[in-house]
């Protein structure tokens, strides 16, 4: 009996064994699933965020709270004459679904300091997704192709490159997505957007914490 006894109470105990891990993978799944879930649709608008990724010596910035109030500014001249002629930034987004993702928020524009020697502004846009950033993340990389080359990443956020014969002669308009932030960079160097990913990681001081 002793040795019936000695087995069923080491069968008890691989038992609760088992149990307590199980519980514990079906816990730690839980919080792993709650957390993908607060990331991809419960992210908090942050006011005023947009600003944290134009640099702190940038010339003006412009901050609007829809996309629509963007385009009825002066503001938005300007962009069309820094994208060339013909080009213009109400009509590209007049019948474009890609602004329900990239711009439904608040927005900045911004002048932003040379890094090399150029003949023409470099111009900076941010605008608050949230929540849409994994979404907006999938569809440029599907779109992926002649027009849209992914360059990489710089630390973790990615870059893509959109390229066009409609754009300004010797202008590239580069992409960025952060955790929150869809970032354009339209500037004489594709590189000039890594400046844009320093201040939001916080390597450059930016023009939020300057106010």
């Not at 009996?1 to 993978?25: A, E, N, Q, W, Y």
């Not at 109400?90 to 911004?110: P, Q, R």
């Not at 002649?146 to 973790?156: E, P």
Request: hydrophobic share 45%.
């Amino acid at each position: 009996m002793v040795p019936f006894r000695r087995s069923r109470k080491l069968f008890c105990k691989k038992l609760m064994s088992g149990k307590i891990k199980f519980g514990i993978t079906i816990g730690l799944g839980a919080l792993f699933v709650g957390v993908i879930v607060v990331y991809s649709f419960i992210q908090p608008f942050q006011q005023g965020m947009v600003c944290n990724a134009i640099p702190q010596q940038a010339s003006f910035v412009f901050t609007a709270n829809t996309l629509e109030e963007l385009l009825q500014s002066p503001v938005c001249n300007q962009l069309d004459k820094a994208l060339g002629a013909g080009n213009s930034l109400a009509e590209s987004t007049a019948s474009n679904d890609w602004k329900k993702l990239a711009a439904a928020s608040e927005i900045a524009v911004a002048d932003i300091p040379y890094r090399n020697m150029g003949e023409q502004k470099s111009w900076a846009a941010v605008s608050w997704v949230g929540w849409r950033s994994p979404w907006l993340r999938w569809k440029l990389e599907a779109a992926a192709g002649k027009q849209l080359t992914f360059l990489g990443k710089h630390a973790v956020w990615p870059i893509w490159e959109y390229t066009s014969p409609d754009l300004a002669h010797g202008m590239h308009l580069t992409f960025s997505l952060t955790d929150n932030l869809f970032i354009a960079c339209l500037s004489e160097s594709p590189s000039d957007i890594v400046l844009l990913l320093d201040t939001y990681d916080g390597r450059v001081a930016s023009y939020s914490r300057g106010k």
